[in-house]
């Protein structure tokens, strides 16, 4: 892989009124400090809508949130996602516990690969929000990636040919029935069904509704495919992305704390939880924004 960079400047500190902001990496994500998302008013909140758009992740601190607080907050990103295979909490659909207890044989985690979320939907999440419950005194970390970057990163020519290839997008690995991952997942309801087969066909390269910015739109954890090359030539391909895409100049790593609600947006980041916290309890509630339709480079 050729030499892979970013500077400061890609992921600068803006100027809020209503909070800090401090910018995590050189790539993305920004830590927000100093204010209460339960007493939000609407301007502080479209300063967040800014931010988040200047910086695709932020980790705001200090929080205490119940469920209906958490599904209140995140309803004002937008509608609540489709969530498929997994279960909600009984009283709060919208909210996925995603939850690892101490007495875990395995340590097989919940979205174990680098994803974007539910990128096989037809209008996959804008946005995700976690909150943190229980931490690890240790691990327990996660990492995001700039897909803009990964886009940047590559010559003008795989650029043109990227903007013209569509990939295609399936849970089959995590949920069908080779999905020998998510079986070892002990305290979340994993819901299997016929719709795990499913594949849907999204451009590889997706513009941002907001920005206009081009970024790669694959990931190891439901991309299958590439449509049109020989399976050799498509495996190679999306191997090279994946690749760049897990650069540590293109990622983030951040530490959970108890009371952290971390937002992202789907529609320029990868994720990946990191598994090295067996025998430590983690609990964090998840709900996601609906996002709309996957826009092409060159109309894909």
Excluded at 32 to 42: H, Y
Excluded at 186 to 200: F, K, Q, T, V
Excluded at 232 to 251: I, Q
Excluded at 270 to 289: A, C, F, K, M
Aim: aromatic residues 10%; negative net charge.
């Amino acid at each position: 892989m050729a030499f892979s960079a970013t500077t400061a400047a890609n992921n600068a500190a803006g100027t809020y009124e209503h909070f800090d902001v401090t910018p995590h990496t050189g790539a993305l994500g920004a830590v927000v400090t100093g204010v209460d998302l339960r007493e939000m008013p609407d301007d502080a909140f479209a300063e967040l809508r800014t931010a988040i758009g200047d910086h695709l992740v932020l980790f705001v601190r200090g929080q205490s949130l119940t469920p209906d607080q958490l599904e209140g907050f995140t309803r004002r990103w937008g509608e609540h996602g489709d969530d498929p295979f997994v279960a909600g909490m009984p009283d709060h659909p919208n909210i996925v516990r995603l939850l690892k207890e101490a007495d875990e044989k395995v340590p097989a985690v919940f979205g174990g690969a680098w994803h974007s979320d539910w990128s096989f939907q037809e209008t996959p999440p804008a946005y995700t929000l976690l909150y943190g419950v229980d931490i690890p005194a240790y691990g327990g970390d996660t990492l995001w990636a700039n897909m803009h970057l990964v886009y940047e990163h590559l010559s003008a020519p795989l650029q043109a040919w990227c903007d013209r290839l569509r990939a295609v997008h399936s849970p089959a690995a995590g949920y069908g029935p080779g999905a020998a991952h998510n079986q070892f997942i002990e305290n979340m309801e994993i819901l299997w069904g016929p719709d795990a087969e499913i594949e849907r066909s999204q451009p590889l390269v997706r513009v941002h509704p907001d920005s206009g910015r081009k970024g790669i739109y694959a990931s190891p954890g439901y991309t299958v495919r590439i449509e049109g090359l020989h399976r050799a030539e498509s495996d190679a391909l999306l191997a090279h992305l994946h690749e760049v895409a897990s650069a540590p100049a293109y990622t983030c790593r951040f530490q959970w704390r108890p009371g952290d609600l971390v937002i992202w947006d789907n529609r320029a980041t990868n994720h990946l939880p990191i598994s090295d916290y067996l025998g430590q309890r983690r609990e964090l509630w998840r709900t996601t924004v609906r996002g709309g339709p996957v826009v092409g480079g060159q109309g894909t």
